[in-house]
């Protein structure tokens, strides 16, 4: 039976109908028209559904509608826009760090979540480690590593914790 669910996705809040047991992932992409989180395994294994909850990183494709009343969702779309790029986006553009781009919202996600938590400039493996569930089958990891560096010194120049 479908349920009533309220939710704040990208800063708006949206009141959807539909089953509980449908994945948060699919709320994204057919009720909400939200896109970008896409799905690759549907398992957990790759994270190409990437999102944030409550601030948390999770795998949409795992979350179920049910489990998201009052809950806050951030896709890759509220995290910038073609427009007003987050530092990360901008870096994966300049850096080249993408190519089929199936894995990049969810990439940028994580990186994300982790550039907002550091306090010093992460080192290869601190961010090896933080983007350890994100999968990528075409880039070969180098330059989305350098990307998420690049997003981190722009941001801690920007907090002032690091010297330009
Ligand atoms: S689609 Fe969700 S982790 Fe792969
Ligand atoms: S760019 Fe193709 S899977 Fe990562």
């Known amino acids: 039976m479908k349920k009533t669910i309220h939710v704040q996705v990208n800063h708006k809040n949206y009141e959807i109908v539909c089953h509980p047991a449908k994945t948060v992932l699919d709320v994204l992409r057919e009720d909400l028209d939200f896109t970008a989180s896409k799905e690759c395994c549907g398992k957990g294994e790759c994270g190409s559904c990437t999102i944030l909850l409550n601030g948390e990183i999770v795998c ?56 907002r938590k550091v306090d010093h400039l992460p080192t290869e493996d601190e961010i090896k480690t933080a983007l350890g569930g994100n999968l990528c089958r075409c880039t070969g990891y180098t330059k989305i590593i350098k990307a998420v560096e690049a997003a981190a010194r722009k941001t801690l120049e920007k907090k002032s914790i690091l010297n330009k």
């Open 60 to 115: 949409s494709c795992l979350i179920l509608a049910g489990q998201i009343e009052g809950k806050k969702i951030v896709t890759c779309e509220g995290i910038g826009t073609s427009s007003s790029m987050d530092a990360v986006q901008q870096a994966f553009v300049d850096e080249g760090a993408t190519q089929c781009g199936y894995c990049t919202p969810g990439f940028i996600v994580a990186a994300h979540a982790f550039i």
